[in-house]
């Protein structure tokens, strides 16, 4: 059974910052894309970032170079820096490791930017 397990979430004020980590299994980290996906109460999930084995990035319109993708293959872990937070990226975070043929989802971790 593939397991995402995330950390790093939490309650920081307006302009702080966060990072986000996500580990599993190297049989699986080696062989997909890793991506951070959110969802706010009553919105639909929406990408954050993605990136690849090669190490190839995209990121969802919003960041605007807020938010940095890494990924650190001796630890099988796939981060997300987010400076500069808004109140506007309240949500849960989850991970995801995915293929052509398969996805794979984290449980979830919230974060909260409030004053």
């Known amino acids: 059974q593939v397991q995402l397990v995330e950390s790093g979430g939490g309650l920081v004020q307006p302009g702080g910052s966060l990072r986000l980590s996500c580990a599993t299994s190297?049989?699986?980290?080696?062989?997909?894309?890793m991506g951070w996906y959110r969802q706010a109460p009553g919105k639909q999930r929406e990408l954050v970032a993605t990136?690849?084995?090669?190490?190839?990035?995209n990121y969802g319109d919003f960041v605007k170079g807020r938010f940095t993708i890494s990924r650190d293959n001796t630890k099988n872990t796939v981060y997300l820096q987010m400076n500069n937070l808004k109140t506007d990226d309240t949500a849960v975070y989850y991970c995801?490791?995915?293929?052509?043929?398969?996805?794979?989802w984290g449980q979830g971790t919230q974060v909260t930017v409030s004053s």
């Open positions: 190297g049989s699986i980290f080696s062989s997909y894309s």
């Open positions: 990136i690849t084995t090669g190490g190839h990035t």
């Open positions: 995801k490791a995915f293929s052509i043929w398969y996805n794979y």
